[in-house]
């Protein structure tokens, strides 16, 4: 921190990203599911937060490059993803104690084989000492030029509303509520594959999700 108030920090980091197994469905030359793990090898990040001299506020800025890899079933459409990635992004916050707000933004177009836009929006107000009430507001927009001709579009995009409803039994544990409408199938698709691939077939495809959740959160 220095005298006039403002603070900064940051971190770097080295290492290998695993990220959740992917299944990509293919309907051409006939229908066909394939899946594959995705991995980020010698990575390479940092990150920079900045606090002003307002209480509550934090930005910040971070970034990692590696090299995608990919293990398991693939294809020869999927192993165009075996690349070298830049991804960047930004975040913003703001707590008080009745206000919440957050906000990050990801972004990768360094690489003509794979494009990502995503951001988020979540505010939240605490009505009373243990009532809260949020909202949430997602897009994410995902290219990937080896597998537009056999993909449906909707794999690559995702929005979605969101309003939820908490109680703060104390400031370590929560029960939480939720009820989610999403757009596309980036994040929300049928877990049968075998009705994914005749729904495509029939063209008869369910583009949109809606989702009650109910949680509990704590920390210590």
């Known amino acids: 921190f220095f005298e006039n108030g403002w603070g900064c920090a940051y971190d770097a980091y080295v290492g290998e990203l695993d990220l959740m197994p992917q299944e990509v469905v293919f309907l051409e030359p006939e229908p066909d599911v394939y899946e594959f793990s995705p991995k980020i090898q010698d990575l390479v990040g940092v990150r920079f937060m900045i606090q002003p001299p307002v209480a509550g506020w934090n930005f910040g ?26 991804f960047w992004g930004a975040s913003l916050e703001y707590l008080s104690d009745r206000w919440w707000l957050r906000s990050e933004f990801l972004a990768q177009h360094e690489n003509d084989a794979f494009g990502l836009d995503g951001v988020y929006i979540e505010p939240a107000f605490m009505i009373t000492k243990h009532w809260q009430a949020a909202a949430r507001y997602e897009w994410m927009e995902i290219t990937v030029s080896a597998l537009k001709s056999f993909v449906p579009r909707s ?12 109680y703060w039994i104390n400031p370590n544990f ?16 049928p877990s049968e594959l075998a009705g ?9 495809f369910e583009e949109e999700t809606n989702l009650l959740s109910l949680g509990v959160q704590f920390s210590f």
């Open 174 to 189: 929560v029960l939480k509520a939720a009820y989610h409408i999403a757009n596309g199938n980036r994040c929300a698709r």
């Open 196 to 204: 994914l691939i005749a729904a495509f077939q029939q063209g008869d």
């Open 61 to 86: 800025a971070s970034a990692y490059r590696g090299s995608g890899s990919l293990t398991g079933e693939s294809s020869s459409q999927v192993d165009r993803l075996v690349d070298q990635y830049l």
């Open 155 to 166: 794999f690559f995009e995702h929005q979605s509303v969101a309003v939820g409803l908490n």
